[in-house]
């Protein structure tokens, strides 16, 4: 299949070609919109024998049916191999999940490469949801939903009669024991200034204002930063520690190396 247009029959045609990890991939890169060839073994190989064999097998497959698309990038360097390659949806894979390409937006696309640090933001994204779906597989908790853009994001009429829109990284509920946690997720890569990083908390105070969340769930989600070192976390809790007191409690600030184990102890801890 070379055309970027597939008729209906073509594509049922390929459905058959396709069993439930193949699909189940493809679900997660409409998620995620880009992940490795390693984020994807280890969201949806581990166990297998020969894994990191059947991951390359089963993904070359997908490419070739252009379920999948490998972008012209690796991550890792020359020493990452194959798991380092860069995925993201393919013109049938947009077509058979609804999904979109490496860049989003809204309508099927044939995939290209986006800019390093945009790659690198959304993969950030798709490591947290491979390090929740190990959580999950250790019994650690139960990864109840997980969001990507836009899907997880928020329209909401501000207290100035504007509507606005809150764009969170992703969305996410978690079963911990008896008890289910919410949050929103902010992938910070330490390149906003405090002046933006308050204006994005302010976005958070006015649609938790509006009672919208509060009145579809039940709760408002937590407002989870992840950040890269110990420094930026301080940024973070400085610009939090601005916001009004009674919000103090919205937010939630971890380093990468710790996001799941904060999320794994629970909200309200």
């Known amino acids: 299949m070379t055309r970027n247009r597939l008729s209906a029959g073509r594509l049922a045609l390929l459905v058959e070609r396709l069993d439930e990890r193949d699909l189940a991939i493809a679900v997660t890169l409409r998620t995620t ?22 991951a390359r097998r089963v993904l070359a497959r997908l490419v070739e049916l252009q379920v999948l698309a490998r972008l012209e990038r690796t991550i890792g360097g020359k020493n990452a191999g194959s798991a380092g390659y860069l995925y993201s949806l393919g013109i049938a894979g947009q077509r058979l999940s609804k999904g979109t390409g490496p860049a989003g937006g809204f309508r099927i696309r044939q995939p290209w490469t986006p800019s390093l640090p945009f790659v690198r933001h959304v993969l950030a994204g798709t490591e947290l949801l491979a390090q929740l779906t190990e ?84 709760v408002f989600p937590r407002v989870l930063w992840i950040v890269p070192n110990e420094r930026r976390r301080q940024v973070i809790l400085d610009a939090c520690g601005r916001q009004p007191a009674d919000t103090w409690e919205l937010y939630r600030v971890a380093t990468y190396e710790d996001a799941v184990d904060v999320v794994a102890s629970g909200a309200e801890s």
Not at 167 to 189: C, H, M, S, T, W
Request: aromatic residues 10%.
């Open 33 to 54: 919109r880009m992940a490795t060839g390693d984020q994807l073994r280890r969201i949806h190989f581990a166990g297998i024998p020969a894994a990191d064999r059947q």
């Open 135 to 218: 959580a999950a597989r250790a019994g650690r908790l139960d990864l109840l939903e997980f969001q990507g853009e836009p899907e997880a994001w928020r329209r909401f009429m501000a207290a100035t009669g504007t509507v606005e829109s809150l764009k969170p990284d992703a969305f996410l509920r978690v079963g911990i024991g008896q008890f289910e946690d919410a949050y929103f997720v902010e992938n910070d890569l330490a390149t906003e200034s405090p002046a933006v990083l308050g204006r994005k908390l302010a976005r958070y105070r006015g649609y938790y204002a509006t009672g919208m969340e509060q009145h579809r769930t039940g």
